[in-house]
């Protein structure tokens, strides 16, 4: 019966919601994939063998889940598909492991789209990404005796946590459904504990995200890109992930920084965390009087940015932020000077560069605390010390060589998590 009102409720809330997806559809490009998947007809899986269907809601659970397809791939006789929500998670998906595995659209969750999409694929186990729980997926998976495992799991600190410790007694039936979380560490792992999991499926297995973030000190494709913006040679500042807000917070950084003698020549590359925000953040930095390069107008074109002139560069692309960090003197990772809850900066530690953020943090907390623990993250408290930091660093090399250092230490330490999660997936499979 409860089901069966979710499935109104879910219902009505298309009809409600379908001028917005059509406006979308229409006046953004966005929705227009993936619909076979949604209505829940994924594929035909005819192999026969064990399969892991495993969901990354958007692209950074996509990117999350690299080194655990890979390792699954590896095992004999398991077969991967991989689903997603978002268009920019489809594509991502599709880019990285849609040449060996089947990717598709994830169903919504109304009972007869999951059940359709869970007899089509017919998996052993799934494995939804952080925290991507669904009542009805859940009630059908069980029903069929199909395993549902939260791997690299967390409850979201800023918003998804206050919100499920309003509802926790609405939500602890579909938790309590779960074989297996898989906790990034013991303060999400006693979350989900208190939604409804029993203690004996709650363990404290530590982030992919370590083993994800690649120790390199050169990354493939960076060099093509600082010779397409004439970047080489250049003292470099990156902005990355950057939440609404913070692109005014950083430009008026970069002015204050400007003035400075020894930083004349700086240059900024500012990437917006979401694509649907690169005009916004164009048009601000034109409006502060700034040269634009767009990232997007370069790429793949047999076209150079004249070496002369000091343009902000806008990294408007999908799939370039590391190489725009490998550029880098100085990061730093937005959504964190406004509380949107922080943004991964494993992916810049690993690459030994000295990461700034803000306060808010939440999503991230554990990793913060162990690079603060470590020195190897300069925690600013607002946009006026931002700015501050960033040319303390930008003038003292030797310290910010040593908080990349650091900061490289505390991934290469607590990395593991992806042969741990394997380890448990396969018990689970043998038991299926």
Same mark, same amino acid.
């Given at each position: 019966?409860?089901?069966?009102?979710?499935?109104?409720?879910?219902?009505?809330?298309?009809?409600?919601?379908?001028?917005?997806?059509?406006?979308?559809?229409?006046?953004?490009?966005?929705?227009?994939?993936?619909?076979?998947?949604?209505?829940?007809?994924?594929?035909?899986?005819?192999?026969?063998?064990?399969?892991?269907?495993?969901?990354?809601?958007?692209?950074?659970?996509?990117?999350?889940?690299?080194?655990?397809?890979?390792?699954?791939?590896?095992?004999?006789?398991?077969?991967?598909?991989?689903?997603?929500?978002?268009?920019?998670?489809?594509?991502?998906?599709?880019?990285?492991?849609?040449?060996?595995?089947?990717?598709?659209?994830?169903?919504?969750?109304?009972?007869?789209?999951?059940?359709?999409?869970?007899?089509?694929?017919?998996?052993?186990?799934?494995?939804?990404?952080?925290?991507?729980?669904?009542?009805?997926?859940?009630?059908?998976?069980?029903?069929?005796?199909?395993?549902?495992?939260?791997?690299?799991?967390?409850?979201?600190? %800023?918003? =998804?946590? @206050?919100?499920?410790?309003?509802?926790?007694?609405?939500?602890?039936?579909? &938790?309590?459904? +779960? !074989?297996? #979380?898989?906790?990034?560490?013991?303060?999400?792992?006693?979350?989900?504990?208190?939604?409804?999991?029993?203690?004996?499926?709650?363990?404290?297995?530590?982030?992919?995200?370590?083993?994800?973030?690649?120790?390199?000190?050169?990354?493939?494709?960076?060099?093509?890109?600082?010779?397409?913006?004439?970047?080489k040679g250049e003292r470099i500042w990156v902005a990355g992930q950057t939440g609404p807000g913070e692109e005014a917070m950083v430009l008026d950084c970069y002015a204050e920084l400007l003035k400075c003698n020894e930083l004349k020549d700086l240059r900024l590359v500012m990437v917006p965390r979401k694509p649907e925000r690169f005009d916004e953040a164009a048009r601000l930095i034109l409006e502060r009087g700034y040269e634009l390069v767009r990232y997007s107008e370069i790429k793949g074109a047999e076209?150079?940015?004249? %070496?002369? =002139?000091? @343009?902000?560069?806008?990294?408007?692309?999908?799939?370039?932020?590391?190489? &725009?960090?490998? +550029? !880098?003197? #100085?990061?730093?990772?937005?959504?964190?000077?406004?509380?949107?809850?922080?943004?991964?900066?494993?992916?810049?530690?690993?690459?030994?560069?000295?990461?700034?953020?803000?306060?808010?943090?939440?999503?991230?907390?554990?990793?913060?605390?162990?690079?603060?623990?470590?020195?190897?993250?300069?925690?600013?408290?607002?946009?006026?010390?931002?700015?501050?930091?960033?040319?303390?660093?930008?003038?003292?090399?030797?310290?910010?060589?040593?908080?990349?250092?650091?900061?490289?230490?505390?991934?290469?330490?607590?990395?593991?998590?992806?042969?741990?999660?394997?380890?448990?997936?396969?018990?689970?499979?043998?038991?299926?």
């Amino acid at each position: 019966m409860i089901r069966f009102l979710l499935d109104i409720i879910y219902v009505l809330l298309m009809i409600a919601l379908s001028p917005l997806v059509i406006y979308r559809m229409v006046a953004q490009g966005r929705y227009r994939q993936g619909w076979a998947g949604r209505l829940g007809w994924p594929p035909v899986r005819k192999n026969g063998g064990y399969c892991v269907w495993i969901h990354a809601v958007s692209m950074g659970e996509v990117n999350a889940a690299r080194t655990l397809v890979a390792e699954l791939a590896r095992q004999d006789g398991v077969e991967i598909v991989i689903s997603s929500t978002t268009d920019t998670g489809l594509d991502r998906a599709r880019q990285v492991y849609g040449g060996n595995h089947t990717v598709f659209c994830f169903p919504w969750d109304i009972s007869w789209f999951v059940a359709r999409a869970l007899r089509r694929v017919r998996p052993d186990v799934c494995i939804m990404m952080e925290g991507e729980v669904w009542p009805n997926f859940t009630a059908q998976a069980y029903k069929m005796n199909i395993p549902v495992v939260i791997a690299n799991a967390r409850v979201g600190g %800023s918003k =998804g946590w @206050p919100r499920y410790q309003k509802i926790a007694a609405l939500v602890r039936g579909m &938790f309590s459904r +779960l !074989a297996l #979380v898989l906790a990034q560490d013991e303060v999400h792992a006693e979350r989900f504990r208190f939604l409804g999991v029993r203690s004996e499926c709650v363990k404290v297995n530590g982030s992919l995200k370590y083993d994800t973030a690649q120790v390199v000190d050169e990354v493939a494709g960076a060099g093509e890109l600082a010779e397409a913006l004439a970047l080489k040679g250049e003292r470099i500042w990156v902005a990355g992930q950057t939440g609404p807000g913070e692109e005014a917070m950083v430009l008026d950084c970069y002015a204050e920084l400007l003035k400075c003698n020894e930083l004349k020549d700086l240059r900024l590359v500012m990437v917006p965390r979401k694509p649907e925000r690169f005009d916004e953040a164009a048009r601000l930095i034109l409006e502060r009087g700034y040269e634009l390069v767009r990232y997007s107008e370069i790429k793949g074109a047999e076209k150079f940015v004249d %070496s002369f =002139g000091q @343009p902000v560069i806008l990294g408007d692309t999908m799939g370039d932020l590391r190489k &725009f960090y490998s +550029l !880098a003197e #100085v990061v730093f990772v937005g959504r964190s000077l406004v509380p949107m809850g922080g943004s991964d900066m494993m992916e810049v530690a690993a690459l030994a560069k000295p990461v700034v953020t803000g306060p808010y943090t939440e999503n991230f907390a554990e990793t913060v605390r162990l690079l603060v623990e470590s020195e190897g993250v300069e925690v600013v408290a607002d946009s006026v010390q931002l700015g501050v930091v960033v040319g303390e660093l930008l003038e003292d090399t030797g310290r910010a060589a040593r908080l990349g250092k650091n900061g490289r230490e505390v991934i290469i330490a607590n990395q593991g998590a992806t042969k741990r999660t394997v380890e448990a997936v396969l018990q689970l499979l043998r038991q299926a």
